[in-house]
């Protein structure tokens, strides 16, 4: 019969080890706050532009297409993408801030930048209006789908769509756990520090 001891038990060792202090110097730490901004505003400008073009295309695939309901998809998906964004304008990219700032200032603005980006990841779906883009695909491609009832062959211009839809899903879900593992361990690297260094 195996022992009951906590320390025959891997997840029980490794739960309770001591956590190590956060050892880190204040240039080194002010770098990681400047590279962790900056790659923040280029995400973030990055998604405002591909918002705008995705907004310009499917506004013309309004104009060269005659179906009502696909018109209605297209318009519904290019506001989603003026939608998308102006919601990352707003909850990513991060606000200017003085070169001469004072440390604490730099890291207090860097962690509530993170936890305002990490709770945006946890409300994904509603905030960034995923659902009226689904509801607009669906919109584009009901018409096709509808036709394809008479003709079962027209269903083959339909499967890459939902090829790279599965693809997209599947890709999803695992990034946006990791992204948010990774803010949650810089924020509380971040509260340690701070932590230390708390007159």
């Given at each position: 019969?195996?022992?009951?001891?906590?320390?025959?038990?891997?997840?029980?060792?490794?739960?309770?080890?001591?956590?190590?202090?956060?050892?880190?110097?204040?240039?080194?730490?002010?770098?990681?706050?400047?590279?962790?901004?900056?790659?923040?505003?280029?995400?973030?400008l990055y998604s405002i532009t591909v918002g705008f073009l995705l907004a310009l295309g499917f506004?013309?695939?309004?104009?060269?297409?005659?179906?009502?309901?696909s018109r209605v998809g297209w318009g519904l998906l290019s506001v989603w993408s003026i939608y998308f964004a102006y919601v990352t304008y707003r909850w990513i990219l991060p606000g200017r801030l003085e070169g001469d700032a004072a440390l604490n200032t730099t890291i207090q603005s860097y962690r509530s930048e993170l936890e305002k980006?990490?709770?945006?990841?946890?409300?994904?779906?509603?905030?960034?209006?995923?659902?009226?883009?689904?509801?607009?695909?669906?919109?584009?491609?009901?018409?096709?789908?509808?036709?394809?009832?008479?003709?079962?062959?027209?269903?083959?211009?339909?499967?890459p769509v939902f090829a790279l839809l599965?693809?997209?899903?599947?890709m999803f879900f695992p990034l946006r756990?990791?992204?948010?593992?990774?803010?949650?361990?810089?924020?509380?690297e971040l509260r340690g520090f701070e932590a230390e260094n708390r007159p």
């Open positions: 019969m195996p022992s009951e001891s906590p320390m025959n038990d891997p997840k029980s060792v490794w739960q309770n080890q001591p956590t190590e202090p956060f050892k880190m110097s204040t240039s080194d730490l002010r770098r990681k706050v400047q590279r962790g901004r900056l790659k923040a505003r280029l995400e973030a506004g013309l695939a309004i104009t060269r297409t005659q179906e009502l309901v980006r990490r709770e945006f990841g946890r409300r994904i779906w509603r905030n960034s209006g995923l659902p009226f883009c689904f509801l607009g695909m669906a919109l584009v491609m009901a018409p096709g789908l509808i036709a394809s009832i008479e003709n079962p062959r027209l269903l083959v211009k339909a499967v599965a693809v997209w899903l599947a756990r990791r992204k948010q593992q990774k803010l949650q361990q810089e924020i509380e």
